[in-house]
């Protein structure tokens, strides 16, 4: 049976995913400051309220910007605004509050589902406590809730995540939240800087698309583009 996707709103992702994110997954975005996540979520939101669905948008490092979105949309950022749901998680508490009313929100109306990030405010909450074992069993949770969600209401979750080096690997990078968040996402997408400007997004893991295929890309008024 053929997995519903929806369109990622730029052609250069889509192409990517083969047509745009699976309905029934989440899919984490993962990458260094700058590499372009936060631009993704917002280009992704615009093409969801576009088509007449609302946007359920977890801005836990306040990092939406309705200035970009004017760039993207700027005779239609109005309406399209208005469509999207934010939920500005303070402390990782807030989080965890955040994704529990997911449920009230979500329903027919709702074409997608963003976080972004996860893991910042999980990172803030492992660096106040001892306690990491119950920490990490509450990202957990986290990640299974959105895992339900998508595969029962067929909502596409799109997650974005910070890394930090992995010394074992030259110029490597490891998610933060590790295995966690690794295994919660059935898709998988490494961004890398480049120099002038140049992105790289790298396929690391999905159900039906083979490992590491990948698509430069840089950041234009209207969105992305590709680099050829």
Do not use: W
């Not at 576009?50 to 990092?63: F, H, L, N, P, Q």
């Amino acid at each position: 049976m053929e997995t519903d996707r929806v369109n990622t709103g730029s052609v250069v992702i889509d192409g990517l995913l083969d047509g745009g994110f699976e309905t029934d997954t989440v899919t984490t975005i993962y990458g260094p400051s700058g590499s372009g996540k936060t631009n993704l979520c917002i280009i992704a939101a615009v093409n969801v309220t576009r088509s007449g669905r609302k946007v359920v948008y977890i801005d836990s490092e306040g990092g939406f910007s309705v200035e970009r979105l004017k760039q993207i949309s700027p005779d239609e950022y109005k309406e399209l605004i208005d469509n999207i749901i934010f939920l500005k998680p303070m402390n990782f508490s807030d989080q965890r509050n955040a994704f529990g009313k997911l449920s009230k929100l979500v329903d027919e109306d709702i074409g997608l589902i963003i976080v972004d990030t996860i893991s910042m405010l999980y990172r803030l909450e492992i660096g106040q406590t001892n306690d990491v074992y119950t920490v990490n069993k509450d990202l957990g949770m986290q990640i299974s809730y959105l895992g339900e969600i998508t595969r029962r209401k067929n909502i596409p979750v799109l997650v974005t995540n910070q890394v930090y080096a992995d010394f074992n690997k030259e110029n490597g990078v490891k998610m933060v939240g590790g295995d966690i968040l690794k295994y919660g996402s059935k898709c998988l997408i490494e961004l890398q800087k480049g120099h002038k400007g140049i992105r790289k997004a790298i396929l690391k893991k999905h159900r039906s698309i083979a490992e590491d295929r990948e698509v430069m890309f840089r950041i234009v008024n209207e969105g992305i583009e590709e680099v050829k």
